[in-house]
C-alpha cells in the first residue's frame, strides 16, 4: 500500500475541512478513478488523551472524484489523536491503488 509523500497538516479539535488525495502518480494513461471510498482510523493517541471511539464517524458525505484528486470532508476530530486516512482508488480498468497518509490533531499552544 503506497504512503503519499506528505501527510496532512495538523489540524485544531472540532474543525471541519475538505482533503485531497491525487492519485495522479498513480492513475495509468487513460485509465480514470471510478470510486475511491476513504476510512479513517486512529494510529495514535498521545499521552493523557482519550482516543477517538468512533474515527470512521468523521467523514462527512461521501468523498468526490475529480480527475486524478479525491476530496473527503473531515471534521471535529479529536485533539492528541494522529489518524491514519486510507483511500482505495478503483480504476475504470479494474486496478485498484490504496494510498495512505496521516492526520494529526492538535490544538493550538
Known amino acids: 500500500m503506497p ?5 496532512f497538516s495538523d489540524t485544531e479539535p472540532g474543525a471541519v475541512g ?3 488525495i491525487d492519485f495522479g502518480l498513480n492513475v495509468s494513461a487513460g485509465n480514470t478513478i471510478v470510486t475511491a471510498p476513504w476510512s479513517l ?31 473527503q470532508r ?3 476530530i479529536y485533539d492528541g ?3 491514519l486516512v486510507t483511500t482505495t482508488g478503483t480504476m475504470n480498468d479494474g486496478e485498484i491503488v490504496i494510498l495512505w497518509c ?3 490533531c492538535v490544538a493550538p499552544a
Open 3 to 7: 504512503r503519499l509523500s506528505t501527510d
Open 102 to 104: 496521516t492526520l494529526p
Open 81 to 83: 489523536n494522529t489518524y
Open 74 to 76: 473531515i471534521g471535529t
Open 41 to 71: 482510523a486512529v494510529r495514535y493517541v498521545a499521552p493523557g488523551y482519550d482516543i477517538d471511539p468512533a474515527p470512521s464517524s468523521r467523514l462527512t458525505g461521501a468523498p468526490t472524484i475529480s480527475g486524478t484528486a479525491v476530496v
Open 18 to 20: 475538505d482533503y485531497t
